[in-house]
C-alpha cells in the first residue's frame, strides 16, 4: 500500500489497542512520531542500501497459476531472503525480547505495523508478473502499473491525497463499518479467529491466503488486464476490496499486538 494504506491501517489499529498494548507501542516510538509515521517507514528503509536486505519481506511471491488457480503456500513461496510472513513471525519474536536493545525492538514494531497492511494487499501475495509491476494499464488516461493501482492509485483517485483529515476520515468510516456490523458475521469472524488458535506463522498464512484469493476472484480475474482502460467498472469494484481489506489489516493489526502485549486480542 501507499500512504493511505498504511497510514489508516495503523490509525484504525490505535482505535482497537488494550491500555496495556497502548503504553507498550508507545515506548516503542521516537519522541513526536506517531503510529502513522512508523507504518510507512518500512517503504523508505528498504529503497535505502542499508535496508535493501528487507526488500523481499514486504510481500509473499505465490507461484500459483490466477486466475485458474490461487493459494499461498509457505515452503513453495516464502523464497530464501525471507518473505512477509517469516519476516512478520520474527519480527514478532524480535519485539518480545527483552535482551535485545530497545533500538531493535522499536525497528521490528514499525516492521510488524507496515507489513500487516502489506499482507493484505492481494498484489503483495502474488509471483504472477511481479505482482502486477510489471502489467501496464491505463488509468483514466495515463500509463499506470497494476501493482500501484491498487497500492495507492485506486484508492486517491475516490478519495484524494493521503492528507491527515482523509485518513482520519477513512478510518472513522471503516471503524463504523466494523462497529455497526455491516460485515457478513460469519466472514467478520474469520477477521479474529486465527488470533486465539496458534502462533507462529499460522495467522500470517491465513491472512495472505484471504488476500490472494483476491487475485483469482477479482483483480486478475478477467486474465488479460494488460492495456486496457480501469478507470470506471474496475476500479468501481476494486475500491470496497481494498477499503475492506484495510478495515481487516488495522482490526488484525491491534489483535496481534494485543496478543502479543497481554495474551489476549482484546477485539470484543
Ligand atoms: N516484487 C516481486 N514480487 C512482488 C510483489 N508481490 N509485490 C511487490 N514487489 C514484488
Ligand atoms: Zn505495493
Ligand atoms: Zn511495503
Sequence with gaps: WGFYGHKTVALLASRYLLPETSTFVQTFLYRGQTIMDAAVWADRYAHIPLGRYSKTWHYIDAKDDPPRSCGVMYSRDCGGS???VS?????????????LPWAQRAQALRFILHFLGDIHQPLHTEHASLGGNLIKVHFHGTEINLHSAWDSRIIESFLGKPT??????LTNTLEDRINNGIYNPSAFSTWKNCLNTSAEETCPLVWANGANRWVCEYVLKDGDIKGKEIAGEYADGALPIIEESIAMAGFRLAGWLNMLVTGRDGLD
Design 82 to 84: 525471507g518473505c512477509i
Design 87 to 99: 519476516a512478520l513471525v520474527n519480527m514478532t519474536a524480535r519485539i518480545q525480547d527483552e535482551e
Design 164 to 169: 491527515e483529515r482523509g485518513i482520519i476520515s
